[in-house]
């Protein structure tokens, strides 16, 4: 565990491990498509409207899970400042929104038939519009401050505050949710769940964190490779600083050799 | 102590001397009520159904718009380099600016409710409620949004950027402060809406000191 | 290092400042590593260096308001922190403007000190006395000058005793005057035991200071 703190540990186990994780990532995903589009019967009640379930379902499950490990991420990065940490995080904020925005849309989308109409205030749908929102303050907060290590702090910090706010607003939009909502209205993903469409649900879940997995990786990769070059780009602009004498003299001797 | 009291007397001082203090969130409040109301249609009906609802959101705004001042002055100047230094601990001082905000905006804006209840033909027990409502939960806005003012200080656009950042924190708070004023208007018992709105306060008041102390810190390293 | 000249330790402050092996990074960037100071009472360390070479960020480290990359800033007593025993006089005055002269000053008391409130009041009056403000004390701080401001911001220093002044370019804004009243102000507090760490581009009277200069050397990346 520690010796991933190392930027360039990480770096070179996450770029040994990419292909297999893409590759594991596809299989799985292309198997619980299968059994969830075609294997699984429709349901009595929803017809083949069932089906964005498969995808919608496990959506959120990762939508809340990537918020989880960047939670984790951030307590390790406030208690042991390690780089690894915060960009581990800041990687998976547009990971995590993306699958958030994923369960938003195919929630919508199930609910055109359902319902009727595109959005009704479905517990689960507001719980994930305003996790959504979290991971928008998340990721503005980080483009907001110049300073890296201070912005990755600051979004430590603004990180475990949501997560620890995230079951109280869980809970408090199912209790506005029960109190507003006719118990006859057919709930997204309701609390049973047909044995029939459990195995195709939990592939698909296992393949999306894989395919979370695989993105974060690589992701996380990318964001180290930028931050080794603006460090690299803050020691050359102080290094020139430094030597804008002996270059300027230089120069005035042979313009076109200075380079 | 006695620093804390400083530190808390010097706030509610200069939001009295500054620009009106107070009566801007408060005024930001009643016009805001006004055209909602507007916005809405003069049915009666409809506005005192709206109006529970209503008067928590503007209320939540009015605490927003006064929010990113809490400490972007102080750190403008170089005061808040001072609350470091001072032999009382961070979280204590933040806590004492963040009570002074709360005098200043919060308490405000519940005794400006009165007005807007009027204005939206509230019934007066649902009014009762209301303010009991907002005087749980009002210190939870002032408290939550210290953290984001503390997160947003010295950053340019930080008053929009704080809003994204705190609206969605401010969800229990809302439902919990709303649930209570619908559930005596429908006759129910509003006192687990309270209970659990006080409890949202708590948790604030203990967790929302030492995460501004947090984020202040990192701004002005 | 030849000791600085005799001036007699003071009873009021008692308290030497030891840094030991400090590293300041800056937005990841080494900026100095490995520095050391011993400062015992009544001592004074003048810190020069060119822009960017971490004197600013020097005092801000020792007056807690950084956490060092490396190393240890402490004082002999091991009780005390290092912040809660000094003034840092930045670029910024921390003045209110809405608020009387005397009313900063007393907040600076009450925030900063451990003086009883019935002393307070003649506090003040002795702090705006030592910059030569107190006929102002009744007036808001919006109608001072930038040089009046600079010099509200330095009372700070009288209304509060604490042991080290760390002093940013104390003198910038100054006049001739007001730079004469600050080198007796830092004298009266080596008398008195205190420390003056500071930095400064115009040459200001430091009897017997130590000189510390940083120079912007790269050391590379951080790991």
Redesign the interface.
């Known amino acids: 565990m520690f010796q991933l703190a190392n930027p360039r540990r990480f770096y070179d186990l996450a770029q040994r491990l990419e292909p297999w994780v893409w590759a594991i990532a596809a299989i799985l995903l292309s198997y619980g498509l299968y059994l969830g589009l075609i294997v699984s019967p429709p349901d009595y009640q929803q017809g083949e409207t069932v089906r964005i379930m498969f995808v919608h379902v496990p959506a959120a499950w990762i939508a809340m899970m990537a918020y989880s490990g960047m939670a984790v991420a951030s307590i390790s990065s406030?208690i042991w400042r390690h780089v690894v940490a915060d960009l581990f995080a800041k990687a998976s904020a547009p990971v995590g929104a993306g699958f958030t925005f994923l369960a938003l849309v195919t929630g919508s989308l199930w609910g055109r038939p359902m319902w009727g109409t595109y959005w009704v205030w479905d517990a689960r749908l507001t719980s994930v519009l305003?996790l959504f929102?979290?991971y928008?303050?998340y990721m503005?907060?980080w483009s907001?401050?110049e300073?890296?290590?201070?912005a990755a702090?600051?979004a430590a910090?603004?990180c475990?505050?949501?997560a620890?706010?995230l079951p109280?607003?869980k809970?408090?939009?199912d209790?506005?949710n029960t109190?507003h909502q006719p118990a006859s209205v057919a709930r997204l993903g309701g609390p049973s769940i047909h044995p029939a469409i459990l195995t195709p649900l939990l592939v698909m879940g296992i393949a999306y964190m894989v395919l979370y997995l695989a993105m974060v990786l690589q992701r996380t990769r990318i964001e180290i490779l930028e931050?080794?070059l603006?460090?690299?780009l803050?020691?050359d602009a102080?290094?020139a600083?430094?030597d804008t004498s002996t270059l300027s003299h230089r120069s005035a001797h042979s313009p076109e050799g200075a380079l | 102590m006695s620093a804390l009291v400083c530190v808390f007397r010097r706030d509610l001082l200069l939001a009295i001397r500054q620009g009106g203090g107070p009566s801007l969130g408060l005024g930001f409040f009643l016009i805001a009520g006004t055209l909602a109301a507007i916005g809405l249609g003069p049915e009666p009906n409809l506005l005192a159904r709206a109006a529970p609802g209503m008067i928590w959101v503007l209320a939540l705004l009015a605490c927003l718009l006064s929010l990113d001042r809490m400490f972007q002055a102080d750190f403008e100047d170089g005061s808040l380099d001072l609350l470091p230094s001072a032999s009382t601990a961070l979280p204590a001082l933040v806590l004492a600016k963040i009570l002074a905000h709360w005098l200043t905006t919060g308490l405000p804006l519940i005794l400006g409710t009165p007005v807007l209840a009027l204005l939206f033909n509230l019934p007066d027990d649902a009014l009762i409620m209301e303010l009991v409502s907002l005087t749980i939960g009002t210190p939870a806005l002032s408290l939550i949004g210290g953290i984001g003012a503390a997160l947003t200080v010295g950053i340019r656009r930080g008053g929009l950027l704080l809003s994204l950042l705190i609206l969605p924190l401010y969800v229990p708070i809302l439902i919990f402060g709303v649930g209570a004023v619908e559930a005596s208007a429908s006759g129910m018992d509003p006192f687990p809406h309270l209970a659990l709105l006080g409890a949202a306060s708590l948790v604030s008041l203990v967790l929302a000191p030492l995460a501004s102390a947090a984020a202040l810190r990192l701004h002005l390293s | 290092m030849t000791p600085p000249d005799p001036i007699k330790p003071g009873s009021l402050f008692d308290l030497s400042l030891r840094v030991h092996d400090l590293a300041c990074h800056r937005s990841g960037r080494a900026v100095f590593q490995g520095l050391g100071l011993d400062l015992a009472p009544s001592q004074a360390l003048l810190v020069t260096g060119p822009n960017g070479s971490g004197k600013s960020s020097l005092l801000r480290m020792v007056g807690g308001l950084i956490n060092p990359a490396n190393g240890t800033i402490r004082m002999n007593d091991p009780e005390l922190i290092v912040a809660e025993q000094s003034h840092l006089i930045g670029h910024l005055e921390g003045i209110k403007l809405a608020l009387t002269l005397g009313e900063n000053v007393a907040y600076w008391i009450g925030l900063l000190g451990h003086v009883p409130p019935n002393a307070a009041a003649k506090r003040v009056q002795t702090a705006l006395s030592a910059v030569d403000l107190h006929h102002l004390t009744d007036r808001p701080a919006r109608f001072l000058s930038a040089g009046q401001k600079r010099r509200l911001g330095l009372a700070r220093l009288i209304a509060a005793p604490r042991a080290i002044w760390l002093l940013d370019e104390p003198t910038l804004g100054l006049d001739q005057a007001s730079i004469g009243r600050l080198e007796a102000m830092m004298a009266a507090h080596r008398a008195q035991g205190g420390i003056v760490i500071a930095t400064s581009h115009q040459p200001i009277e430091l009897p017997g200071a130590f000189s510390l200069r940083l120079s912007p050397k790269m050391s590379g990346v951080t790991p």
């Open positions: 406030l305003i929102f979290l928008l303050g503005a907060l907001a401050i300073d890296q290590t201070k702090r600051a910090v603004l475990l505050v949501g620890i706010n109280i607003i809970f408090s939009v209790w506005w109190l931050h080794r603006a460090l690299a803050a020691a102080s290094r600083d430094r």
